[in-house]
């Protein structure tokens, strides 16, 4: 199982990004797929979730302004990233547990600045 992720980039306070994940390969059984992130100096931390019936959980610093959603017939897990802070800066990795096994994506970045 391979992960793609994209979307990240440079974007103004404010502003809004998607980020996409898509996983590929042999893929029976698809569960919890999520983002995290990780800003110099930092551990890594759960910015969303979403399990296979579309439950969501989200850290309380994006609560209200990412939104974390997933196509199943796509294998892809999407996050949209709305009024964004300098805060958020970090790069974004995608997480799924396809076969029952975790998979992590390459990361990507997210620069919010003016």
């Known amino acids: 199982v391979q992960l793609q992720a994209s979307g990240g980039g440079l974007v103004q306070p404010g502003g809004s990004l998607r980020l996409s994940c898509a996983a590929s390969g042999s893929i029976f059984s698809l569960n919890v797929m999520g983002w995290y992130r990780q800003a110099p100096g930092k551990q890594r931390e759960l910015v969303a979730t979403?399990?296979?019936?579309?439950?969501?959980n989200y850290a309380d610093s994006v609560k209200g302004r990412f939104t974390i959603s997933r196509e199943n017939g796509k294998n892809t897990v999407y996050l949209q990233m709305n009024s964004l802070k300098p805060g958020d800066t970090a790069v974004y990795y995608c997480?799924?547990?396809?076969?029952?096994?975790?998979?992590w994506g390459q990361g990507t970045q997210v620069t919010v600045s003016s």
């Open positions: 997480k799924i547990f396809a076969n029952w096994i975790e998979y």
């Open positions: 979403i399990t296979s019936g579309g439950s969501t």
